[in-house]
Nanobody
Framework: QVQLVESGGGLVQAGGSLRLSCAAS????????MGWFRQAPGKEREFVAG?????????ADSVKGRFTTSRDNANAKITVYLQMNSLKPEDTAVYYC?????????????????WGQGTQVTVSS
């Protein structure tokens, strides 16, 4: 079993920055692909960013140039980060960390087997 715990959400003004973290524990492999998704009220969960074991990254068009994801595989534990800059009110959502035991990044939430509990990000105008 894999457990994911996110942290770092909060309230920020438009144009500000936040950094989310996600710590993975349990039976994770260093080659797991990690993803970030978000869900705003009344909307479907959407892909934000993903990072492979070799640190290749994929981003949604809506966050390219503003968000950066990175990962640390030290001591066989995976920690992933989502640095969010130039935040906009439309970035307001619950942000989820997800993991899949495959080497490719998927933009489809159903292809991730493990999920964190989510962390709220609110951007005020």
């Amino acid at each position: 079993q894999v457990q994911l715990v996110e942290s770092g959400g909060g309230l920020v003004q438009a144009g500000g920055s936040l950094r989310l973290s996600c710590a993975a524990s349990g039976r994770t492999g260093s080659t797991y692909t990690m993803g970030w998704f978000r869900q705003a009220p009344g909307k479907e969960r959407e892909f934000v960013a993903g990072i492979r074991w070799d640190r290749n990254t994929v981003y949604a068009d809506s966050v390219k140039g503003r968000f950066t994801t990175s990962r640390d595989n030290a001591n066989a534990k995976i920690t992933v980060y989502l640095q969010m800059n130039s935040l906009k009110p439309e970035d307001t959502a619950v942000y989820y960390c997800a993991a899949r035991a495959y080497v490719a990044v998927s933009t489809t939430s159903g292809e991730y087997a493990y999920w964190g509990q989510g962390t709220q990000v609110t951007v005020s105008s």
